[in-house]
């Protein structure tokens, strides 16, 4: 019948229980860094929607600013046009 095996009685569990603290610490590690990388995400998706918003709004007021622009020469050209006409009253002598 063969012999049992079993451990040396001077077995050193030193360099398992260091691995085994390595383990504990990068399993740490990496439950933190999906904390950080899912509220990074949710940061970043924020953000694009702010940059998103913030466009459509620059959009927005570069329209109104084309539209004030023409509107304002609207205006000047309906001033000179009055003012044509007023000098052309004047010039009757009525």
């Known amino acids: 019948m063969p012999k049992p ?3 040396p ?4 569990l030193h360099p398992i ?6 383990v504990k610490r990068l399993v ?3 439950e933190h860094l999906r904390r950080e990388h899912a509220r990074l995400t949710a940061e970043n998706d924020r953000l694009t929607r702010e940059v998103d918003a913030m466009r459509s709004r ?3 007021a570069e329209g109104a600013t084309a539209e004030m622009s023409f509107l304002r020469e609207e ?3 309906i001033r ?3 003012a044509e006409m007023l000098e052309q009253i ?3 002598e009525l």
């Open 5 to 7: 095996i079993t451990a």
């Open 9 to 12: 009685r001077s077995l050193d």
């Open 17 to 22: 229980d260091r691995l085994e603290d390595r």
């Open 28 to 30: 740490t590690v990496v």
């Open 58 to 60: 620059v959009s927005e």
């Open 75 to 77: 205006r000047d050209l």
């Open 80 to 82: 000179s046009r009055v």
């Open 90 to 92: 004047e010039a009757l």
